[in-house]
């Protein structure tokens, strides 16, 4: 039973999750522009954590939106 998908971040070779790229963090928005649960994203926990407190920073820096237009 060893169907599970990777993490995106470990599989890519990425340390830190750069909320400086909001290209990247869009793919784990859904369409309201609120951050995907793991189950959709296939993140490890650690990865899934650090992924929400970039999305976090890149929407006070007004990188991303708080909601979908």
């Known amino acids: 039973m060893n169907d599970q998908k990777q ?3 470990c599989t890519s070779n990425i ?6 790229d909001p290209e990247m963090l869009k793919k ?8 995907l649960p793991r189950k959709q994203t296939d993140l ?3 990865h ?3 992924l929400a407190q ?4 890149a929407r006070f ?3 991303l ?3 979908a237009q």
Request: glycine share 4%; net charge positive; charged share 20%.
């Open 15 to 20: 340390k830190i999750v750069n909320y400086k």
């Open 65 to 67: 939106p708080y909601i």
């Open 28 to 35: 784990f928005l859904g369409a309201q522009a609120k951050i």
């Open 61 to 63: 820096l007004a990188l």
């Open 54 to 57: 970039a999305i976090k920073r």
């Open 48 to 50: 899934q954590r650090s």
């Open 44 to 46: 490890c926990a650690k």
């Open 7 to 9: 993490c995106y971040f």
